[in-house]
């Protein structure tokens, strides 16, 4: 069984109270200082912070050129501001879970999902909440503001190469008649492979929730011996640049990318939209003064918008729209011209099948 998909069953004994969380091996030791420093204004640090005395956050993200780019555009300059250099782990759904009973968590975020994010809190977990001053992001939920902030939108998206050129909706990804060919589809990366399922065999948007899990399986099965499971978007990027398959569901930032090498389209018709994600920590986490600076920081408008131009991923924060051009606007998952074309997860619904989800998921990709 997949690590992720026993992690995520482990979410919801830990909500029911019926079973212990086993230890993930520890990757990275964290600790703060008594040393003050500062933090000074800038264009994307609005918020006044206090004084800063951790000399470093630790955030377990998934790494790669987009925490490459992100180190560019965000965390150096958070560093100059505050003081506190920013530690990246390898991003581990189990050992954050660990990480929330513990009085010592090594990390004091992780990158995460929305529907995740609260099942957490569903759950009882020991979150951190955000301090009075940093800043509260329009586009969450209203409930899960206190937890949810710095993060971003982002949509799983059909794509083809010139050879299909007239794709354009989840019917044509089962449509092996007309378009024949290997489709590159998630292993481990289970997002949005059900609902898509669902929407391309005629269930109306606002009927998809709960989940019907026989029926989209049964959907899936039509084109199983169609498709090439990749373990990584980047596995599935390779997978069309070198001709194994023709079409593929990825991430829109992915989808991007291919577009931009050329000989390759894809669309927001119907996209499976992440409306939002948080950065939730620990309780107990090391750093929270720097942890909070650093999501007040990632939650300015100027500090979203970069994210969503470089990265093609979605603010949070309404302001955020109106710093991207209509080009860039058209290529951001969650711009108002975009999500009205897409479907949006229902967060909170996602969150009851969460642990159903992503077992059967694996075990339909096992069989």
């Given amino acids: 069984m997949l690590r992720a998909d026993i992690t995520r069953r482990t979410l919801i004994r830990r909500a029911a109270g019926l079973g212990a969380l086993a230890l993930a091996p520890g990757v990275l030791a964290a600790c703060g200082d008594d040393e003050e420093t500062a933090a000074g204004g800038a264009s994307k640090a609005t918020s006044d912070w206090p004084p800063i005395k951790s000399k470093e956050v630790v955030?377990?993200?998934?790494?790669?050129?987009?925490?490459?780019?992100?180190r560019q555009i965000l965390f150096d300059e958070f560093t100059d501001l505050s003081g506190a250099k920013v530690v990246e782990a390898p991003w581990d759904y189990g050992k954050f879970l660990a990480m929330l009973d513990?009085?010592?968590?090594?990390?004091?975020?992780?990158?995460?999902?929305?529907?995740s994010t609260v099942g957490l809190l569903d759950a009882g977990s020991k979150l951190a909440k955000l301090e009075p001053w940093v800043?509260?992001?329009?586009?969450?939920?209203?409930?899960?503001?206190?937890?949810?902030?710095?993060?971003?939108?982002?949509?799983?998206?059909?794509?083809?190469?010139?050879?299909?050129?007239?794709?354009?909706?989840w019917a044509d990804f089962f449509d092996t008649s007309r378009f024949p060919g290997k489709r590159a589809f998630p292993k481990a990366i289970y997002a949005g492979t059900l609902e898509l399922a669902l929407l391309a065999d005629g269930v109306a948007p606002d009927r998809i929730y709960p989940i019907d899990f026989e029926r989209a399986f049964?959907?899936?099965?039509?084109?199983?011996d169609s498709?090439?499971?990749?373990?990584?978007?980047?596995?599935?990027?390779?997978?069309?640049?070198?001709?194994?398959?023709?079409?593929?569901?990825?991430?829109?930032?992915?989808?991007?990318?291919?577009?931009?090498?050329?000989?390759?389209?894809?669309?927001f018709k119907d996209a499976i939209l992440y409306p939002w994600g948080?950065?939730?920590?620990?309780?107990?986490?090391?750093?929270?003064?720097?942890?909070?600076?650093?999501?007040?920081?990632?939650?300015?408008?100027?500090?979203?918008?970069?994210?969503?131009?470089?990265?093609?991923?979605?603010?949070?924060?309404?302001?955020?729209?109106?710093?991207?051009?209509?080009?860039?606007?058209?290529?951001?998952?969650?711009?108002?011209?975009?999500?009205?074309?897409?479907?949006?997860?229902?967060?909170?619904?996602?969150?009851?099948?969460?642990?159903?989800?992503?077992?059967?998921?694996?075990?339909?990709?096992?069989?």
């Fill in 59 to 70: 955030i377990a993200g998934f790494g790669g050129i987009t925490y490459q780019v992100r």
């Fill in 102 to 115: 513990s009085s010592r968590p090594e990390w004091d975020m992780i990158d995460f999902d929305g529907f």
């Fill in 135 to 169: 800043r509260r992001c329009d586009l969450v939920d209203a409930e899960y503001r206190d937890y949810a902030a710095g993060s971003y939108a982002y949509s799983v998206v059909l794509g083809w190469t010139d050879k299909d050129g007239d794709v354009g909706s």
């Fill in 218 to 224: 049964k959907k899936l099965d039509t084109v199983k």
């Fill in 227 to 267: 498709l090439l499971f990749y373990d990584s978007y980047g596995q599935g990027q390779q997978f069309i640049t070198q001709g194994s398959a023709t079409m593929i569901v990825t991430a829109n930032s992915r989808a991007q990318q291919l577009k931009e090498q050329g000989g390759f389209d894809y669309t």
């Fill in 278 to 367: 948080a950065f939730p920590m620990p309780a107990k986490a090391p750093h929270l003064d720097a942890a909070n600076a650093l999501i007040d920081y990632m939650s300015s408008p100027e500090s979203q918008a970069e994210v969503a131009r470089k990265l093609h991923l979605g603010p949070i924060v309404s302001e955020a729209f109106d710093q991207l051009s209509e080009e860039e606007l058209a290529q951001t998952p969650n711009s108002p011209a975009v999500r009205d074309i897409s479907f949006t997860i229902d967060t909170k619904a996602a969150a009851k099948q969460d642990a159903d989800y992503a077992k059967k998921y694996a075990d339909w990709v096992a069989a």
